[in-house]
């Protein structure tokens, strides 16, 4: 840059004018954008002074800082990581890993944010998906060891004899949510992190899931071989729908036996006893509807209670037919959803627990709705919630943006990144509650892009 004998530029603010063109589009900008930058018309060398130098370029290097903002956070981020492999104790508590009655596996698999875990017991081997489900199949063996006391009682053990050699539709399978081969469900809540543009499809994802609420429900109730499986239940402490095998066959056996039988079910089980009601996780139990009522009169009380909150009538059939959103799961999700009343956004999260499938999923949508219920307070309740994507946002009166993250080990992956820089999160505060832990890496790339991670967030189902 040249000055003449009077003080006046030469042809510097073209030449600057055109290398801001050319810094823009070495920054990877369209090139009709740069265009209009570079065509903005610069004043001529007689127009210009030594006092208006500055101003024209401060302005310029203002507009080169404003749109290299995007460029410059990306350029700070970490890269992303794929799932890890990990030490059990980051993600369990000591005494789980130090019980006697079984033994976990020392290093974990992290899939699709969740731990894998294998327990071992005397002869039981069971996965569990997650550290929830670990708990809640570590309480189950105190269930599965009173049902083989039972089983062995006088009663039951004729009854049962008697049912083995009964065969016919009068009896015939009689389960409240038969449990399936898991070959071929996904492990993990890794779908719901996947787009930030995912839709969601009520009409075709539902109908892959639904499955065993309705149809032979209705007839094994009359038979009252359901009702007698939700009363041995109760009475260890058990989840009448549990996916645990060994625990789902002992109770399907008994149940029908007792039905065979004829068996007083006050009479024989007032020796065993009481259950602890402990087995559906570290922290929650069987709600007593779940036990006492049968599913077809909880897909009616969930019928009216969505209705009343505004559901359509699609959205409501999908959700109460939903295999995965068994009546443990889904009369806490209705309840805890039910105490949102100010929340705008409800449908559409009924419309995403509808979609569900696994019961993973289910359990991370029932608690990451818990965590929004308790993301407001008396003086900052939560007025909105709202879905980028499968991801849940609540948002409070007071500003606040609060995501529930109910997984066990949060992963810098590129789905997480995507999100944490999406700009239509912006709030007051940005908080991010994870019930479990992240990675040191997700922990650095959140905090860059202005989110507070909260690590060991209370979800009301993950051991502490």
């Known amino acids: 840059m040249t000055m003449d004998p009077h003080g006046k530029l030469g042809r510097a603010p073209a030449m600057l004018c055109i290398s801001s063109r050319l810094a823009l589009l070495s920054l990877g900008w369209r090139n009709g954008f740069a265009q209009r930058v570079a065509c903005v018309r610069a004043p001529s060398s007689r127009q210009l002074s030594r006092k208006t130098i500055p101003m024209w370029l401060s302005r310029l290097l203002l507009l080169a800082l404003v749109l290299d903002a995007s460029t410059l956070l990306a350029a700070s981020l970490p890269p992303v990581e794929p799932m890890p492999t990990i030490e059990a104790g980051v993600l369990v508590p000591a005494r789980m890993l130090n019980d006697p009655r079984y033994t976990v596996n020392d290093r974990v698999a992290v899939v699709g944010y969740m731990g894998q875990f294998t327990l071992r017991a005397p002869g039981v081997v069971l996965k569990a998906d997650g550290t929830e489900m670990l708990a809640i199949r570590a309480a189950e063996l105190s269930a599965i060891a009173q049902l083989n006391q039972l089983s062995q009682s006088g009663v039951f053990a004729d ?3 008697a ?5 016919g539709a009068a009896i015939g399978q009689a389960v409240l949510n038969p449990v ?3 070959e071929g469900i996904p492990a993990g809540v890794g779908r719901f992190f996947q787009s930030a543009t995912t839709t969601i499809s009520r009409a075709t994802e539902s ?49 029908r036996a007792a039905f065979a039988g004829g068996i007083s079910l006050d009479v024989a089980l007032a020796a065993s006893t ?11 139990t069987v709600s007593n509807l779940v036990w006492d009522r049968s599913p077809e009169d909880i897909r009616t009380i969930h019928e009216q209670k969505l209705t009343a909150m505004g559901v359509d009538a699609g959205t409501v059939r999908a959700f109460v037919t939903n295999r995965w959103l068994t009546p443990t799961l889904s009369v806490p999700l209705v309840e805890n959803l039910g105490q949102l009343p100010a929340a705008r956004g409800r449908v559409a999260v009924i419309a995403l627990a509808s979609t569900v499938e696994s019961e993973s999923e289910a359990r991370y949508m029932l608690n990451s709705i818990r965590m929004a219920r308790r993301a407001g307070t008396e003086g900052d309740s939560v007025v909105g919630l709202e879905l980028a994507g499968r991801i849940l946002t609540v948002r409070t009166r007071g500003g606040r943006v609060v995501v529930p993250a109910p997984v066990d080990y949060v992963v810098w992956t590129e789905q997480v990144r995507t999100f944490a820089e999406k700009r239509n999160a912006k709030g007051g505060n940005r908080d991010i509650l994870v019930s479990g832990v992240a990675s040191p ?6 905090r860059a892009t202005g989110w507070v991670v909260q690590e060991h967030s209370p979800d009301g189902a993950t051991p502490r």
């Open 274 to 284: 009481a259950g602890v009601a402990t087995a559906i996780s570290a922290t929650a």
């Open 180 to 182: 399936q081969t898991l």
């Open 159 to 161: 009854a049962l004899a």
């Open 207 to 255: 109908q892959r899931s639904n499955g065993s609420q309705g149809g032979s429900a209705m007839g094994d109730d009359v038979l009252g071989i359901n009702k007698a499986k939700r009363r041995i239940a109760k009475q260890v402490g058990a989840d009448p729908y549990t996916t645990n095998p060994i625990l789902a066959k002992q109770l399907d056996d008994l149940s």
């Open 441 to 446: 890496r997700s922990r650095e790339g959140l």
């Open 163 to 167: 049912s083995a050699a009964k065969t």
